[in-house]
């Protein structure tokens, strides 16, 4: 299963129109656990903590400095199944 990584509304005040995603903290391709901060984003002088929404292989979908809005997806976290 895939799970996007959006920016969250609620992440910047209203009048923010637009942030910018300053680091990735794990590269393409790592494996990340939920609730792990993977990325910060810069709004108005501010930096803010991105984290992991679930467990899995993260995949890069917006590079660093890369202009962002609420909602916009930015990852994807490719879940791998459990074999029995």
Do not use: F, Y
């Amino acid at each position: 299963m895939t799970i996007p990584v959006h920016i969250p509304r609620d992440l910047w005040d209203e009048d923010d129109k637009t942030g910018s995603l300053v680091l990735w903290l794990h590269a393409d391709g790592a494996r990340v656990s939920e609730g792990e901060l993977i990325a910060e984003v810069l709004v108005e002088k501010v930096t803010l903590e991105l984290v992991a929404p679930a467990s899995g292989i993260l995949r890069i979908r917006v590079e660093p400095d890369g202009v962002v809005n609420r909602g916009d997806l930015v990852a994807l976290i490719e879940e791998r199944a459990s074999v029995a």
